[in-house]
């Protein structure tokens, strides 16, 4: 099996799983959007302050940080879901 096919089939069955009951499934897209705008907020506040921090600029650190978010959206979404099944299975024998 390809890496995509992998891939694509661990994403169809996050989204099945999460799609289940409508009510959660829109209640998590608000709090991840919540969540985002409450994570860079800061770096808004500090930069409106300051045109560098460290020798960072703002688009550095917006950079930084976007990155970390898209890669904990990633870990939540194919790799968290998929593996608490996989313990269940084994649990379960």
Same mark, same amino acid.
């Given at each position: 099996?390809?890496?995509?096919?992998?891939?694509?089939?661990?994403?169809?069955?996050?989204?099945?799983?999460?799609?289940?009951?409508?009510?959660?499934?829109?209640?998590?897209?608000?709090?991840? +959007?919540? #969540?985002?705008? #409450?994570?860079?907020?800061?770096?808004?506040?500090?930069?409106?302050? =300051?045109?560098?921090?460290?020798? #960072?600029?703002?688009?550095?650190?917006? =950079?930084?940080?976007?990155?970390?978010?898209?890669?904990?959206?990633?870990?939540?979404?194919?790799?968290?879901?998929?593996?608490?099944?996989?313990?269940?299975? +084994?649990?379960?024998?």
């Amino acid at each position: 099996m390809s890496l995509g096919v992998s891939i694509a089939a661990l994403m169809r069955a996050s989204l099945l799983t999460t799609m289940r009951y409508r009510a959660s499934f829109v209640g998590e897209a608000v709090m991840a +959007v919540a #969540w985002a705008a #409450w994570t860079t907020a800061p770096l808004f506040v500090v930069f409106d302050q =300051a045109p560098t921090l460290a020798g #960072w600029t703002a688009d550095e650190a917006l =950079a930084v940080v976007g990155f970390f978010i898209i890669a904990q959206g990633v870990l939540e979404a194919l790799v968290d879901p998929n593996l608490r099944a996989v313990v269940e299975h +084994v649990r379960q024998g």
